[in-house]
């Protein structure tokens, strides 16, 4: 059995941090020998998802418990969908934690210890609820671009001339691919809306090699989210693969269009 | 106060998602004053495409329930730092494929995998499946239907191994890498 534990400090005598995602170190124990391996928080660092950090060290040393004065919900989710069970509201140090939990204590819950135990069924009704919260989320943040985005082509449609289309596009294969890969690459967001643009670039007459190329380097292909990129991956790594993807939305881009003319049209 | 820096930040959320299209409808209304006849077809033409989208969004959303349901980003990461060659190369398709939401959720748990010895190859692999979205497909079948739905993706999956090969070989893998 093991049980992490988040810690102030590196050794069983520390304290329990405060927050399981943001504590310095977690201590994962063996609670039978007392035997335990510090390992210093990923999300203690982090600016965002610390967290998720957290949970996903927790679940690749494969833990079966985890003790901490608190875990958000969502964490406390992530944990208990890999079948690791949450205790939180406790305090101590790492020592006291871990001997208080294997004499059973926070089962009776007197000190306002909350338990929340891994289910082996997999689905429950808490688990459907949860799943209809994000993707209500999910949906919500999507909406207002998409609707802006289909405004967005009412005005296209209405307002941009096929002659002023065809002399961006000019139906060379070549030339039509490389410039939509060029404004998928600029424009970014979700990729619903490189579908609704392409689907009306379509329809004005615009050829499927220029919105195959888009819709390819719409998620392949970002400069806007490049600082990011960086940031976590490395330059060289954000660098040579988002040239490698423009390439590659082109060779991609050009078969398929290929054999949606051919079949399709 | 704590309370007060939520509340700002989620005013300071609700503003960034709503300007785009605001900035939208105030065009629309100075075009409905200068070119009333075109502004009012621009109209009629969003209510045409936000028709055709009816359905397919409401297949979306069924498809993103049961993708929130199954999967979760935490067990998606986990496996896909734990393989290695030609099993290591199909999880990370697999996950890439899988995976949802914006991609700056997933750059701490990339980075994350990346200092644990994730090969570079196997992460530009996940990044270019992400282009495949199993949830918004519906939308991509009723604009450009199965026919090129299905040649994108395939077409997309064997790409994404080719763009792993070059980026693996362009980018210095550290000792110990993965793949």
């Given at each position: 059995?093991?049980?992490?534990v988040?810690?102030?400090?590196?050794?069983?005598?520390?304290?329990l941090?405060?927050?399981?995602?943001?504590?310095?170190?977690?201590?994962?124990?063996?609670?039978?020998?007392?035997?335990?391996?510090?390992?210093?928080?990923?999300?203690?660092?982090?600016?965002?998802?610390?967290?998720?950090?957290?949970?996903?060290?927790?679940?690749?040393?494969?833990?079966?418990?985890?003790l901490?004065?608190?875990?958000?919900?969502?964490?406390?989710?992530?944990?208990?969908?890999?079948?690791?069970?949450?205790?939180?509201?406790l305090?101590g140090?790492v020592?006291q934690t871990v001997?208080r939990y294997?004499?059973?204590?926070?089962?009776?819950?007197?000190?306002?210890?909350?338990?929340?135990?891994?289910?082996?069924?997999?689905?429950?009704?808490?688990?459907?609820?949860?799943?209809?919260?994000?993707?209500?989320?999910?949906?919500?943040?999507?909406?207002?671009?998409?609707?802006?985005?289909?405004?967005?082509?009412?005005?296209?449609?209405?307002?941009?001339?096929?002659?002023?289309?065809?002399?961006?596009?000019?139906?060379?294969?070549?030339?039509?691919?490389?410039?939509?890969?060029?404004?998928?690459?600029?424009?970014?967001?979700?990729?619903?809306?490189?579908?609704?643009?392409?689907?009306?670039?379509?329809?004005?007459?615009?050829?499927?090699?220029?919105?195959?190329?888009?819709?390819?380097?719409?998620?392949?292909?970002?400069?806007?989210?490049?600082?990011?990129?960086?940031?976590?991956?490395?330059?060289?790594?954000?660098?040579?693969?988002?040239?490698?993807?423009?390439?590659?939305?082109?060779?991609?881009?050009?078969?398929?269009?290929?054999?949606?003319?051919?079949?399709?049209? | 106060?704590?309370?007060?820096?939520?509340?700002?930040?989620?005013?300071?959320?609700?503003?960034?998602?709503?300007?785009?299209?605001?900035?939208?409808?105030?065009?629309?209304?100075?075009?409905?004053?200068?070119?009333?006849?075109?502004?009012?077809?621009?109209?009629?033409?969003?209510?045409?495409?936000?028709?055709?989208?009816?359905?397919?969004?409401?297949?979306?959303?069924?498809?993103?329930?049961?993708?929130?349901?199954?999967?979760?980003?935490?067990?998606?990461?986990?496996?896909?730092?734990?393989?290695?060659?030609?099993?290591?190369?199909?999880?990370?398709?697999?996950?890439?494929?899988?995976?949802?939401?914006?991609?700056?959720?997933?750059?701490?748990?990339?980075?994350?995998?990346?200092?644990?010895?994730?090969?570079?190859?196997?992460?530009?692999?996940?990044?270019?499946?992400?282009?495949?979205?199993?949830?918004?497909?519906?939308?991509?079948?009723?604009?450009?239907?199965?026919?090129?739905?299905?040649?994108?993706?395939?077409?997309?999956?064997?790409?994404?191994?080719?763009?792993?090969?070059?980026?693996?070989?362009?980018?210095?893998?550290?000792?110990?890498?993965?793949?």
């Open positions: 059995m093991k049980i992490a988040a810690s102030e400090g590196p050794d069983l005598n520390a304290q941090g405060y927050k399981f995602g943001t504590s310095a170190y977690l201590i994962i124990v063996d609670p039978e020998t007392l035997e335990f391996e510090a390992i210093i928080n990923p999300g203690a660092s982090a600016r965002q998802g610390a967290g998720m950090q957290a949970a996903v060290l927790a679940i690749s040393k494969e833990v079966d418990v985890v901490t004065a608190y875990a958000s919900p969502t964490v406390r989710r992530h944990l208990l969908d890999a079948g690791i069970s949450v205790i939180t509201g305090s140090t020592r001997e294997m004499q059973g204590e926070f089962e009776q819950r007197a000190g306002g210890e909350q338990q929340f135990t891994a289910g082996r069924s997999g689905i429950n009704r808490l688990a459907i609820l949860n799943a209809l919260r994000s993707s209500a989320r999910q949906f919500a943040n999507l909406l207002p671009i998409l609707i802006g985005v289909v405004l967005l082509m009412g005005l296209f449609n209405s307002f941009i001339s096929k002659e002023a289309l065809d002399s961006v596009f000019s139906g060379s294969a070549g030339l039509d691919t490389l410039w939509g890969a060029c404004f998928g690459s600029i424009l970014a967001g979700n990729p619903i809306n490189s579908y609704i643009i392409g689907g009306e670039l379509m329809d004005l007459g615009v050829s499927m090699f220029a919105v195959t190329a888009l819709i390819v380097a719409w998620v392949t292909v970002g400069l806007v989210q490049m600082p990011a990129e960086i940031a976590a991956l490395g330059r060289k790594f954000a660098i040579v693969r988002n040239s490698v993807c423009f390439v590659f939305a082109i060779l991609v881009a050009i078969p398929t269009a290929i054999i949606f003319n051919t079949f399709v049209e | 106060m704590k309370k007060n820096g939520k509340n700002g930040k989620s005013w300071k959320s609700a503003i960034r998602f709503l300007a785009f299209p605001a900035i939208v409808l105030v065009i629309y209304l100075i075009l409905l004053i200068l070119m009333p006849d075109e502004t009012i077809q621009a109209f009629k033409s969003c209510g045409g495409i936000l028709r055709s989208l009816i359905l397919p969004l409401c297949l979306v959303f069924a498809v993103m329930l049961l993708l929130n349901l199954f999967v979760k980003p935490a067990q998606i990461v986990r496996f896909l730092g734990t393989g290695a060659g030609v099993k290591g190369l199909l999880l990370a398709v697999a996950a890439g494929l899988i995976s949802a939401g914006p991609i700056y959720a997933w750059y701490p748990l990339l980075k994350d995998l990346k200092e644990k010895g994730a090969a570079n190859s196997l992460l530009a692999v996940f990044l270019y499946n992400r282009a495949v979205k199993p949830f918004l497909l519906p939308i991509m079948i009723v604009y450009f239907g199965w026919i090129y739905v299905v040649t994108l993706t395939v077409l997309t999956i064997i790409a994404s191994i080719a763009v792993g090969y070059l980026v693996g070989a362009l980018v210095k893998e550290r000792a110990g890498a993965l793949l």
